[in-house]
């Protein structure tokens, strides 16, 4: 009977101790990439609150146009999932002729703030 006794006590002593000398949890995969915003279909997302400022922008090297109807985008930060995240500015051919390119920005819409994607106009 004392043998039995024994054999449990051990073997409740290594149970515990059999999840301690495992290894972490993998670390928690980054947010998704920010989606890509189809021309003329500007995103805007919602925030009742006033949101932070947006951090410094980022210098950026503009290399030489691929031709003369590029016109370059700067980059800015854009608002994904509660945080700002910095888009690299591009070349884009406009859409036509006298479009403009329209920086994004935040626009206060009654008690909400509104996040509205840039955008040509």
């Not at 919602?46 to 370059?72: C, D, L, S, T």
């Amino acid at each position: 009977m004392s043998r039995m006794l024994i054999v449990a006590s051990v073997f409740a002593l290594a149970v515990p101790a059999a999840g301690c000398g495992s290894s972490p949890p993998p670390p928690a995969p980054p947010p998704p990439a920010p989606p890509v915003v189809a021309e003329g279909e500007p995103a805007e997302v919602v925030v009742e609150a006033e949101p932070p400022p947006p951090p410094p922008v980022q210098v950026e090297v503009v290399p030489a146009a691929p031709g003369a109807e590029w016109y370059w985008t700067p980059g800015y930060h854009r608002w994904w999932h509660g945080q700002y995240v910095w888009v690299a500015g591009r070349y884009q051919r406009r859409p036509y002729a006298a479009a403009v390119w329209a920086p994004a920005h935040w626009e206060v819409r009654g008690r909400s703030h509104v996040w509205v994607e840039a955008r040509w106009r």
